[in-house]
């Protein structure tokens, strides 16, 4: 059978496997009501002339045929996929029958009353066993549908089956079940279920859909042995990164192949790509718990609410603008400097299902000019400003001082300047755990961002705030993309130190959450958001080196040392802060202990800071950051001198 591999297979499928449509239903239903009818009289009547006893009561009994034929195509019956039944569907059908029923009854009511022929002595049980083996025939009918397609749809040839690697699916839930449908429906996928692992002890030794489950990860060696499983497909959208990295080591331990089913925030609005398995990333290592937003509370600031976004085409401003999106606004505005990321995310929003085009604009806007940036909130008058646009890259800041300061404490000053004429009722302000008593610019000039954000709170009195974090997986420039080319180069993996630390955590994630934070109704406050545990930069490392599939033996790492501007280990709070809950788990408010900050008022320090900005000196910048007491001294921190390989690394 040559040059025919699955797609062959799968066309051939689609060509000999009938599917039954709306007309083949209603022709059915034609044939099963009536049936109904006939069985209702056999139940009503102890006779074995059925058809004698019936003939007296025409043509009334014949209505509930018509009635229950309208019904039907009123409730959409003939318009559903019925190879994917579900009970939500017939549960449509129970509606469709019992509002057939009340239509019969009340017709022959009044058809009684009228004294129409065949309504004299019409058994008052006639309604209710026509509905009830209506019921019957109707849903069962459907539901054999379900059933042959489940036995017959998903049928492939022998030589097909082979070319599918036979997988066991960790999680036999929701998702479990959901993916084996679609794997079994479409070969293309390439995959093959052949049992099922999942932790609940109750489900050990059930089934589903017919195939086995066989317990957690601990019966995965023996499952693997009696399948003949060459794949291990983790099938837990909402499982915390602990979870997909015991099941990585224990699929690897085992020999198999392990791939992942999207998570729980790329599924959002697309339910379909549960289907849409994927290698495991460092990402979902890295995954926690799924984070559980107000969405009542989000809401009410922002469905219907004008919404404007800088820095709109950056990583986290494009998540902001995606994830407000589908929170319903009158008008989400996106503003960036960079034509090519508006273009793109402006593309992005208005190719979403459901959106209208005028509900997204996008604007090419510098926060950096004043001018420009009190015509633009001049013009929209947004209610809710969520100021993402910033140079974040250390390095580079360090390099240009005047420009990081033209840019995150300048434009943080034009954008809350217009804001505050323009009326906005609420600003937030995206920051960064580099705040904390920075040692870099980049860090100094968002401290600076965070002090002009709370004191133009206090002074307009309304909401106000600055939400602080660490870093996000995938945003770029982050360390993640550089591993990932230096693996696939073959080059040694460069760290700045074995014992460097940093928060991370996914850019959805963290989105979600200065959302959360952003419905506070204070005036000037800074919220942190839950990193949890900082994480190696060594430990990181190895983890991108496991998931390569490249031996760690072979792989070299080489210690450079921290970089002007880094520290080992970041902070989330300053020494005068302290943490305090708020109602979300994840979110926690900075309560100040005490109001020396800088060691000059911003008011003096600031036009001193912008005219040597201006003036590109950047010497005098960072000498004017460093005597406020904004920046503060780098800490050095030897290295080993000898680079190691990735397998001896602590």
């Given at each position: 059978?040559?040059?025919?591999?699955?797609?062959?297979f799968?066309?051939?499928?689609?060509?000999?496997?009938?599917?039954?449509?709306?007309?083949?239903?209603?022709?059915?239903?034609?044939?099963?009501v009536?049936?109904?009818?006939?069985?209702?009289?056999?139940?009503r009547?102890?006779?074995?002339?059925?058809?004698?006893?019936?003939?007296?009561?025409l043509p009334?009994?014949?209505?509930?045929?018509?009635?229950?034929?309208?019904?039907?195509?009123?409730?959409?019956?003939?318009?559903?996929?019925?190879?994917?039944?579900?009970?939500r569907d017939?549960?449509?059908?129970?509606?469709?029958?019992?509002?057939?029923?009340?239509?019969?009854?009340?017709?022959?009511?009044?058809?009684?009353?009228?004294q129409?022929?065949?309504?004299?002595?019409?058994?008052?049980?006639?309604?209710?066993?026509?509905?009830?083996?209506?019921?019957?025939?109707l849903?069962?009918?459907?539901l054999?549908?379900r059933?042959?397609?489940?036995?017959?749809?998903?049928?492939?040839?022998?030589?097909?089956?082979?070319?599918?690697?036979?997988?066991?699916?960790?999680?036999?839930?929701?998702?479990?079940?959901?993916?084996?449908?679609?794997?079994?429906?479409?070969?293309?996928?390439?995959?093959?279920?052949?049992?099922f692992?999942?932790?609940d002890?109750?489900?050990?030794?059930?089934?589903?859909?017919?195939?086995?489950?066989?317990?957690g990860?601990?019966?995965?060696?023996?499952?693997a042995?009696?399948t003949?499983?060459?794949?291990?497909?983790v099938?837990?959208?909402?499982?915390?990164g602990?979870?997909?990295?015991?099941?990585v080591?224990?699929?690897?331990?085992?020999?198999?192949?392990?791939?992942?089913?999207?998570?729980?925030?790329?599924?959002f609005?697309?339910?379909?790509?549960?289907?849409?398995?994927?290698?495991?990333?460092?990402?979902?290592?890295l995954?926690?718990?799924?984070?559980?937003?107000?969405?009542?509370?989000?809401?009410?600031?922002?469905?219907?609410?004008?919404?404007?976004?800088?820095?709109g085409?950056?990583?986290?401003?494009?998540?902001?603008?995606?994830?407000?999106?589908?929170?319903?606004?009158?008008?989400?505005?996106?503003?960036?400097?960079?034509?090519?990321?508006?273009?793109?995310?402006?593309?992005?929003?208005?190719?979403?299902?459901?959106?209208?085009?005028?509900?997204?604009?996008?604007?090419?806007?510098?926060?950096?000019?004043?001018?420009?940036?009190?015509?633009l909130?001049?013009?929209?008058?947004p209610?809710?400003?969520?100021?993402?646009?910033?140079?974040?890259?250390?390095?580079?800041?360090?390099l240009?001082?005047?420009?990081?300061?033209?840019?995150?404490?300048?434009?943080?000053?034009?954008?809350?300047?217009?804001?505050?004429?323009?009326?906005?009722?609420?600003?937030?302000?995206?920051?960064?755990?580099?705040?904390?008593?920075?040692?870099?610019?980049?860090?100094?000039t968002?401290?600076?961002?965070?002090?002009?954000?709370?004191?133009?709170?206090?002074?307009?009195?309304?909401?106000?705030?600055?939400?602080?974090f660490?870093?996000?997986?995938g945003?770029?420039?982050?360390?993640?993309?550089?591993?990932?080319?230096?693996?696939?180069?073959?080059?040694?993996?460069?760290?700045?130190?074995?014992?460097?630390?940093?928060?991370?955590?996914?850019?959805?994630?963290?989105?979600?959450?200065?959302?959360?934070?952003?419905?506070?109704?204070?005036?000037?406050?800074?919220?942190?958001?839950?990193?949890?545990?900082?994480v190696?930069?060594?430990?990181?490392?190895?983890?991108?080196?496991r998931?390569?599939?490249?031996?760690p033996?072979?792989?070299?790492?080489?210690?450079?040392?921290?970089r002007?501007?880094?520290?080992?280990?970041?902070?989330?709070?300053?020494?005068?802060?302290?943490?305090?809950?708020?109602?979300?788990?994840?979110?926690?408010?900075?309560?100040?202990?005490?109001?020396?900050?800088?060691?000059?008022?911003?008011?003096?320090?600031?036009?001193?800071?912008?005219?040597?900005?201006?003036?590109?000196?950047d010497?005098?910048?960072?000498q004017?950051?460093?005597?406020?007491?904004?920046?503060?001294?780098q800490?050095?921190?030897?290295?080993?001198?000898?680079?190691?390989?990735?397998?001896?690394?602590?």
């Open positions: 059978m040559k040059g025919r591999g699955v797609n062959g799968a066309s051939a499928r689609a060509a000999t496997t009938f599917m039954p449509r709306g007309r083949h239903l209603f022709i059915y239903d034609v044939l099963a009536p049936l109904a009818i006939v069985g209702a009289f056999a139940l009547f102890d006779t074995s002339d059925l058809v004698g006893t019936i003939r007296p009561f009334v009994v014949l209505l509930p045929i018509a009635i229950q034929l309208v019904v039907n195509i009123a409730f959409g019956l003939y318009r559903r996929e019925w190879r994917f039944a579900s009970i017939l549960a449509g059908i129970t509606a469709a029958v019992a509002a057939s029923a009340a239509i019969s009854f009340s017709l022959l009511l009044i058809l009684g009353a009228l129409v022929t065949g309504t004299a002595g019409l058994p008052r049980s006639f309604v209710p066993l026509t509905s009830l083996l209506s019921l019957l025939l849903g069962g009918g459907r054999a549908v059933v042959w397609w489940d036995a017959n749809g998903s049928w492939t040839p022998a030589d097909a089956d082979l070319n599918r690697m036979a997988s066991l699916v960790y999680g036999a839930g929701e998702a479990g079940a959901a993916f084996m449908r679609f794997a079994g429906h479409d070969p293309a996928m390439g995959v093959r279920i052949v049992g692992l999942d932790d002890p109750k489900k050990r030794g059930s089934r589903l859909n017919g195939l086995r489950i066989y317990g990860l601990d019966e995965l060696g023996k499952a042995r009696a003949h499983a060459r794949e291990l497909i099938a837990m959208p909402s499982a915390p602990s979870v997909i990295r015991q099941a080591d224990d699929g690897r331990a085992t020999g198999l192949q392990v791939r992942v089913m999207p998570h729980f925030h790329e599924l609005g697309r339910p379909d790509d549960v289907a849409r398995i994927r290698p495991v990333s460092i990402e979902d290592l995954r926690r718990e799924v984070v559980r937003v107000d969405v009542e509370g989000l809401a009410e600031y922002l469905n219907g609410a004008t919404v404007l976004v800088t820095g085409g950056g990583s986290i401003g494009s998540e902001l603008a995606r994830q407000i999106l589908t929170l319903g606004p009158r008008q989400l505005v996106v503003a960036d400097n960079n034509e090519a990321a508006l273009w793109r995310i402006e593309r992005d929003l208005v190719e979403r299902p459901g959106t209208a085009h005028q509900t997204v604009k996008a604007v090419l806007c510098d926060v950096r000019s004043a001018a420009s940036v009190e015509r909130l001049g013009t929209i008058e209610d809710v400003v969520f100021h993402a646009a910033a140079l974040k890259h250390v390095p580079i800041c360090e240009q001082p005047a420009e990081a300061v033209l840019t995150n404490v300048v434009g943080t000053k034009n954008l809350l300047g217009a804001a505050a004429a323009a009326g906005v009722s609420r600003f937030v302000l995206i920051s960064t755990d580099k705040a904390v008593l920075p040692v870099s610019v980049m860090g100094a968002k401290r600076l961002a965070e002090i002009l954000t709370l004191t133009a709170g206090q002074q307009v009195g309304r909401p106000h705030i600055a939400v602080r660490g870093n996000v997986l945003s770029s420039g982050s360390v993640v993309p550089i591993f990932q080319h230096q693996l696939e180069q073959g080059l040694p993996i460069t760290i700045t130190h074995p014992d460097a630390t940093r928060y991370f955590m996914t850019i959805p994630e963290a989105v979600s959450l200065i959302l959360q934070a952003g419905a506070s109704e204070t005036v000037g406050d800074v919220f942190i958001l839950d990193m949890g545990d900082p190696r930069i060594v430990d990181l490392a190895a983890d991108m080196i998931l390569s599939g490249v031996d033996s072979k792989v070299e790492i080489v210690y450079t040392g921290l002007p501007g880094e520290r080992l280990e970041e902070r989330l709070f300053h020494d005068h802060e302290s943490m305090e809950a708020t109602v979300h788990a994840r979110v926690w408010r900075a309560t100040s202990t005490s109001t020396g900050q800088i060691r000059r008022p911003i008011d003096e320090l600031l036009p001193e800071l912008v005219e040597a900005a201006a003036a590109a000196d010497r005098r910048v960072r004017i950051l460093a005597r406020s007491g904004v920046l503060h001294a800490t050095e921190h030897a290295v080993p001198d000898a680079p190691l390989a990735a397998g001896g690394a602590r």
